[in-house]
């Protein structure tokens, strides 16, 4: 139940920011449906992500007590006004970055559905498994993985460099929980608890559409 009411918590709050954000510009039919879409998904990851936080930080409270309740809100409303903002600098013209590497490069006005579909779905998988991890439950790490791979592969076999790392990260989670989470053979292995803390960090930047400046996790995955 408490999962449930977080996501209607993100849902609202995703789809009442995108109303009350101006767009730039006549928007088509097609990119205000999208727009929509993308600020309640964010919405739902920055309300699962605080709801949850809050259950961890003051175990006392109960997962849809109003103080949870108002938390998830918060997160939802913060996360999803970020991406917002930052989305319509974007489409204005502001704070492009140039790159001739094709798998860092910003992805063109024409790749950009298929590429926000894809950050979407990782930022949607990272953030179940990190639950999953958490909560003790293992065996369902990595379950998504292969069907978004198989997706971002069909729609661009140079995939953005953010991307390309959220996976491998994705993998080598999966990995480290095949061997028991005893790594051998890494300069810098990741302890336990810390999967699930850089997936958060990952999934995190990807939805403000910016790359991942971690240490150890470009070090072992840029």
Do not use: C
């Amino acid at each position: 139940m408490d999962l449930v009411l977080w996501i209607l918590v993100g849902l609202t709050a995703g789809l009442a920011v995108a109303l009350g954000t101006p767009a730039m510009g006549p928007p088509s039919r097609s990119d205000s449906a999208r727009r929509l879409v993308r600020a309640m998904a964010i919405g739902v990851v920055g309300a699962v992500t605080a709801g949850y936080g809050m259950h961890l930080v003051e175990s006392s409270l109960r997962a849809d007590s109003l103080a949870t309740t108002l938390a998830s809100l918060a997160g939802a409303l913060w996360l999803a006004g970020i991406v917002e903002v930052y989305s319509s600098r974007r489409r204005s013209g502001e704070g492009r970055q140039g790159s001739t590497s094709p798998a860092g490069r910003s992805p063109a006005p024409i790749d950009m559905p298929a590429y926000d579909a894809g950050r979407q779905m990782l930022v949607g998988g990272l953030i179940e498994d990190a639950l999953a991890h958490e909560a003790g439950q293992y065996a369902g790490i990595g379950r998504r993985l292969p069907a978004i791979r198989d997706t971002l592969s069909r729609e661009d076999r140079a995939w953005p460099l953010r991307l390309q790392r959220a996976v491998r990260f994705w993998g080598g989670w999966t990995e480290a929980r095949d061997d028991r989470w005893n790594e051998t053979g890494a300069a810098k292995p990741i302890t336990t608890a810390d999967w699930p803390r850089f997936a958060r960090i990952i999934a995190s930047d990807l939805a403000l559409d910016r790359d991942t400046m971690e240490p150890t996790i470009v070090t072992r995955f840029g």
